[in-house]
């Protein structure tokens, strides 16, 4: 199985110094005072402009990312998590409401939106068995979005997800990374 490689820059368009990483790095400015482009090698990561893997999220595979103000991110690139390749099925439950209560689905596939597939205007709650997931605001794919890999998510307000954030479409992360 082939790891993650991301290089990240202090500056914009891949200038100033850099970080080399294959892992998980819940805080870069122990190592750059900070992060406005990266460079992703190999794999799959979420980059985050929070410490701690917290604050606005953006997902990144192989490619050049120039500038983090058009990857929608308001300060630079704080931490990072690597998104291991997941062969076979991909399988989640989502409920309607916290603490997997109300109505439930279960996915195994994509979903463009969840109001047309399900009538289910609102989700609260979900469990991940298998596979790595992105979750969106907006319907097809697009607005902010969240990343959940396997377990059990009692809450997505507990997550750190505002009020205002509401899951309109999920995509599987496929090995095509």
Avoid: A
Wanted: net charge neutral.
């Amino acid at each position: 199985m082939t790891m993650g490689k991301i290089i990240f820059y202090e500056d914009r368009n891949f200038q100033g110094r850099s970080y080399e990483t294959s892992s998980d790095c819940p805080e870069l400015t122990s190592y750059l005072s900070r992060c406005n482009s990266c460079r992703v090698e190999s794999g799959c990561f979420m980059v985050y402009d929070r410490s701690n893997f917290q604050g606005n999220q953006y997902f990144v595979r192989r490619g050049e990312y120039s500038d983090q103000q058009r990857m929608g991110m308001s300060d630079c690139i704080r931490s990072c998590r690597m998104i291991p390749m997941h062969r076979g099925p991909f399988r989640m439950r989502i409920y309607d409401r916290e603490n997997f209560g109300g109505q439930m689905h279960e996915l195994n596939d994509d979903c463009e939106n969840m109001q047309d597939r399900y009538r289910m205007s609102d989700m609260h709650s979900c469990n991940v068995m298998d596979g790595h997931w992105l979750m969106y605001e907006q319907p097809h794919y697009s607005g902010k979005m969240m990343y959940l890999r396997p377990g059990e998510y009692r809450s997505f307000r507990d997550m750190g997800m505002t009020s205002q954030m509401r899951v309109n479409s999920m995509k599987r992360i496929m090995d095509s990374c």
